[in-house]
């Protein structure tokens, strides 16, 4: 249905002064978004030591500490190195998933779409507790595994559910056509019913990249005393002191939400994803 | 609707694999976790075999336990609810705005805290907040204050923090539902002389009651457990029962009592969910009726 203007009244000033009006709490409520995440960017720029607002003078000093810190090019490459191991395995699981859960045609679909889900709805410091007694069991605490596995289950739903929404509107159509001129159900599913999905797992494998990236209710109770990646860093820096190279640790992951964010808008309209 | 899914590669096949991983990474370490609570411990917290409800009675039992609960109950309640009010506003605008530009900055805003990591944002609220910050200096440059106001530490300022981190599943989940009113029952309530409080309150909150009650039980169930924002805004001296969870497992080394805290959490959390889509589904029985 196309999307037209509400509540529209007799006059058109009417309806613009009310439209306007409307856009107050918008405006407002998205201030109220964006201010932490503002301030986080401003304050990386600052010259002085302290957070005295407006910053006294702009520097890159901060960046270039962060860039001679071998404690934090550690975690960024830790970090890294665990987005880069999820991601692939995070996207087949969710595509597979999605496609079940979107696409299926089979008893319990809905049931199994709730279990896909369900990891997202438990809080994650249980989450944490339980893969920390589990992995305590194996020896794993603090280890790069473990980490990759318990970013697994966090980025899951996410990737499970944009894909779902992609399989769903798949047009059934083609894979019959595909299958009715001889392919085999697996070659449909990999030349046919995957690139018809490709919007749902491109915005799956971004989200989870960028989940993984900043996760840290969980990460902190599976890292034990080993690696840390930047989030686990940052939330046991910013315990301590307000220190500004957090600040600009912070900005950098920052431009990984809004590069993410940029590309879900281009590639794909993301908003029917979520 | 069921029978014209594609039946090439059935999707139970494709679900064989993530239900395995799902089963294995998720549901048995919870399982395992349930056990553990169920276990007896001796002097050191060392975890002893055998079964005993005594981790769960020390939770009832105790004061601050059984109290990190109900505190992280009054949370989520008043955030649950202020979510709400913000959302609404940004909610319709995503689903109603003609305006595409409009809509895309609205919605990469909405998104932006959630894909930002939970400690970068509340990294930014200490900033916010501290003795020199923006709320701060503002309201010194004002004149309104002389001396800088300890907001850091406050209750308040950890409630809008949470908020601020829970705000956009609440947009997401209203605005799929006010997408879906019509806009010809808006018209008709508008030509039928309606005001539009009144449309609001006859029309469109009833249309958007499961869009509602998603987004209450997104919200109340994530705040539940929320952990980190209020450790990193307003410091280990809360009890809140996510925080006392973290604190009994990692600093006082007693996973069991953790476990049993955890699981009193979970099911608390549950039944008010459950109770919230009740409440839901009566609504809007009765509007029927």
Redesign the interface.
């Given at each position: 249905?196309p999307?037209?203007?509400?509540?529209?009244?007799t006059g058109a000033g009417r309806a613009r002064a009310?439209r306007a009006l409307?856009?107050v709490?918008?405006v407002l409520?998205?201030a109220?978004?964006?201010?932490?995440?503002l301030?986080?960017a401003l304050?990386s720029f600052n010259a002085a030591n302290?957070?005295?607002?407006?910053p006294e003078g702009l520097s890159l000093r901060w960046y270039a500490e962060v860039f001679g810190s071998a404690q934090w090019l550690d975690s960024l490459g830790y970090s890294l190195r665990v987005a880069l191991l999820v991601v692939p395995v995070v996207v087949?699981?969710?595509t597979?998933?999605g496609?079940?859960?979107g696409?299926?045609?089979?008893p319990g679909?809905r049931a199994?779409g709730l279990?896909?889900l369900?990891?997202m709805?438990?809080?994650?410091?249980?989450?944490g507790?339980?893969?920390?007694?589990?992995l305590q069991r194996t020896g794993l605490v603090g280890s790069a595994q473990g980490l990759w596995?318990a970013h697994?289950?966090v980025t899951?739903p996410f990737c499970?559910r944009v894909v779902a929404v992609s399989a769903a509107a798949?047009d059934?159509a083609l894979?019959?056509a595909?299958?009715s001129l001889g392919a085999s159900?697996?070659r449909?599913?990999l030349t046919v019913?995957v690139p018809l999905m490709r919007p749902g797992i491109v915005a799956g494998a971004f989200?989870g990249a960028?989940?993984s990236?900043?996760?840290?209710?969980v990460s902190?109770?599976v890292a034990g005393a080993g690696e840390a990646t930047v989030?686990v860093r940052?939330?046991s820096a910013?315990?301590v002191q307000?220190e500004p190279t957090?600040?600009a640790v912070?900005t950098l992951?920052?431009l990984v939400?809004?590069a993410?964010?940029?590309v879900?808008?281009r590639t794909i309209h993301?908003?029917r994803f979520? | 609707m069921a029978a014209t899914r594609t039946r090439d590669l059935r999707g139970h096949v494709a679900a064989i694999v993530p239900t395995a991983f799902v089963v294995v990474a998720f549901l048995l370490p919870l399982v395992g976790l349930l056990l553990l609570s169920l276990r007896p411990t001796d002097e050191m917290n060392n975890v002893l075999p055998g079964f005993t409800g005594a981790q769960y009675a020390e939770v009832f039992g105790t004061s601050y336990l059984w109290g990190s609960v109900v505190e992280s109950l009054w949370l989520a309640v008043r955030v649950s609810l202020t979510c709400l009010v913000l959302a609404f506003p940004l909610a319709w605008y995503l689903a109603r705005s003609t305006s595409a530009v409009g809509k895309s900055l609205v919605f990469v805003i909405t998104l932006s805290p959630l894909l930002t990591s939970e400690v970068v944002r509340s990294f930014g609220w200490r900033v916010v907040m501290s003795g020199e910050g923006p709320v701060n200096v503002t309201l010194q440059a004002l004149g309104l204050i002389d001396e800088s106001l300890p907001l850091l530490r406050s209750p308040w300022t950890v409630f809008l923090a949470v908020v601020h981190v829970l705000l956009p599943f609440a947009v997401l989940a209203l605005s799929a539902s006010l997408g879906a009113i019509d806009n010809r029952l808006l018209q008709a309530s508008a030509d039928l002389g309606a005001g539009a409080l009144r449309t609001f309150r006859s029309v469109v909150l009833p249309l958007a009651t499961p869009g509602i009650v998603a987004a209450t039980v997104i919200v109340f169930s994530l705040s539940m457990g929320v952990y980190v924002t209020p450790l990193l805004v307003g410091g280990a001296n809360q009890s809140l029962a996510g925080l006392r969870i973290q604190t009994e497992a990692m600093v006082a080394f007693d996973q069991p009592r953790a476990a049993a805290l955890s699981f009193v959490l979970l099911a608390v959390t549950l039944a008010v969910c459950g109770l919230v889509g009740l409440l839901g589904r009566l609504a809007e029985r009765g509007r029927r009726a």
């Open positions: 249905m999307d037209r203007p509400v509540l529209r009244v009310r409307t856009l709490p918008v409520v998205c109220f978004l964006l201010l932490p995440l301030v986080v304050s302290n957070f005295r607002f407006p087949v699981l969710g597979l998933g496609y079940a859960v696409a299926g045609n089979f679909r199994l279990l896909f369900s990891p709805a438990v809080p994650g410091v249980m989450v507790l339980a893969l920390l007694y589990q596995l697994l289950v899951f499970v798949l059934p894979p019959r595909a299958r159900p697996l449909t599913f019913t989200l960028v989940i990236l900043g996760e840290v209710a902190v109770l989030p940052i939330y910013v315990q307000l957090v600040a912070s992951l920052l939400s809004v993410t964010i940029a879900l808008d993301v908003s979520l | -």
